[in-house]
């Protein structure tokens, strides 16, 4: 089994201020984990672990039996009473300590400390509890792994951070992507942005106008790993927006997820592609959805941006959400086209999609029903008690193509930050018409999901997503 972490970039900036004190002896801390268990890895078909960091507690001068700069002592005390609190919350009770000097593995004793606290875990908690351990070592964090029993430890792989910079921390070899496709990337971005782009694992859901150019630039731009989920066949109508359509695929009614893959495959610059022809919410999608590392979502279905939505804050994974808005209205007798392209980031810390009044639960609602009960859908919209499809919405290639590159825009901001190190944007919306970009706010009193820490880095839970029906 593999195992992976992420954490905000709040929680590593406080872990690395407790342990790496200036007075070069050792810390430690307690840290809360949420777990995802992912069955099959969508990209090596084996199983993952990844685990979420939730609170970091220091452990306090009080409790330390003995320190200096090359050992630390301290009470479990504090750490049995922990693993009740983690038992009753469904978390997992891990610690930190630092190498102020040294070394960059963990040592000999480390080993046998770790695997008593393992034991005494699994005593108190039941054989499911594990041990999560970071060490830090010259002020970085050097290494990290897992004890699922006091005998068996799964080393960690990589940890990934979030928030306004995203950051993956490889331990042990990542080679850096050479290619002389990327070398002008290179010249622009480093080595560095390469290597984790060839690493990342992206997911773009809607495979349709806004989505369809997303998949081109990421593949081009060096993409490791994409997964891309689409229930929708190419139809007539898509082949003015929609990169590598034909008339024969929509004649055919080819799924727009094989038109993606078939199109990025075509390229040959070794992207690796895994396609699902099902809605998100479906069982099959969620050990993709949960493997990803960030995820744009390009859909105009409201009850699938809900469900991203939460997965953000469940999972500590970045949703880039994208939205575009057309309408021809007419002024002073002449007809006018008002287009606005929207960008929302979501992960702890910024405001989700209800509070920024983006998606409306009625309808969420009413396209939950129609998926799970079409007969009772259409006698309800025969009544009127739930909205018809309407009519289709305008669609224009260089406004999707546009709105797209502005998500791709955030994406390099969070990994290189080119506007500088404050210029990661939560919320953008572009006037095209007024050649203008607006930040708009969200409601003063967040939601129970983007303002309650309970949830954020909470993982696994049951229903998924703590999602009814």
């Given at each position: 089994m593999k195992s992976d972490l992420t954490l905000n970039t709040l929680h590593?900036?406080?872990?690395?201020?407790?342990?790496c004190r200036?007075?070069?002896k050792e810390h430690a801390a307690y840290i809360l984990f949420g777990l995802s268990r992912i069955g099959k890895d969508p990209f090596d078909g084996e199983p993952r672990l990844r685990l979420m960091v939730k609170e970091v507690l220091p452990v306090e001068e009080t409790e330390i039996?003995?320190?200096?700069?090359?050992?630390?002592?301290?009470s479990t005390k504090r750490f049995v009473e922990l693993l009740a609190r983690a038992n009753r919350d469904g978390l997992q009770l891990g610690i930190a300590h630092s190498h102020p000097h040294g070394p960059d593995h963990f040592s000999s004793q480390d080993d046998r400390n770790e695997a008593e606290l393992a034991r005494l875990a699994q005593n108190r908690n039941g054989e499911d509890a594990m041990l999560p351990s970071l060490l830090f070592a010259d002020g970085e964090l050097a290494a990290a792994r897992v004890w699922k029993s006091p005998n068996e430890v799964i080393n960690i792989d990589r940890v990934r951070t979030a928030g306004s910079r995203w950051r993956t921390i490889f331990f042990g070899a990542a080679q850096d992507a050479e290619s002389p496709a990327l070398a002008r990337q290179e010249l622009a971005l480093g080595a560095g942005f390469n290597r984790m782009m060839r690493h990342m694992r992206i997911g773009v859901v809607g495979a349709g106008g806004t989505?369809?150019?997303?998949?081109?630039?990421f593949a081009r731009m060096g993409a490791g790993q994409i997964a891309i989920f689409d229930p929708d066949h190419v139809e007539h109508s898509n082949l003015n927006r929609l990169y590598g359509a034909t008339w024969d695929d929509a004649e055919r009614k080819i799924r727009k997820v094989d038109v993606a893959r078939r199109e990025i495959e075509r390229m040959g610059l070794g992207t690796r592609v895994e396609t699902y022809d099902a809605w998100i919410g479906s069982p099959e999608c969620r050990d993709a959805l949960k493997s990803m590392d960030v995820i744009?979502?390009?859909t105009d279905d409201h009850d699938g941006r809900l469900l991203l939505n939460r997965l953000a804050y469940y999972y500590l994974i970045p949703v880039v959400d994208v939205g575009l808005a057309l309408r021809v209205t007419t002024r002073f007798g002449i007809s006018c086209l008002e287009a606005d392209g929207?960008?929302?980031?979501?992960?702890p810390g910024s405001s989700c999609l209800v509070c920024r009044r983006v998606v409306d639960a009625g309808v969420a609602a009413e396209e939950a029903l129609r998926r799970s009960n079409p007969e009772e859908y259409e006698r309800r919209k025969s009544e009127a008690y739930v909205r018809g499809e309407g009519s289709p919405s305008p669609a224009v290639i260089p406004?999707?193509?546009?709105?797209?590159t502005m998500a791709v825009e955030e994406l390099i901001q969070r990994l290189n930050q080119f506007r500088g190190e404050d210029g990661a944007i939560a919320n953008r919306v572009r006037k095209f018409n007024l050649v203008e970009d607006f930040r708009p706010g969200a409601k003063k009193e967040p939601c129970r999901i983007c303002g309650s820490e309970r949830i954020h880095g909470l993982g696994d839970v049951q229903p998924f997503l703590g999602r009814a029906g």
């Open positions: 590593l900036g406080v872990l690395t201020a407790e342990l200036p007075d070069g039996k003995s320190s200096d700069h090359q050992h630390i002592s301290w989505g369809s150019p997303l998949l081109q630039q744009f979502g390009c929207r960008v929302t980031v979501l992960e406004f999707t193509t546009s709105v797209a």
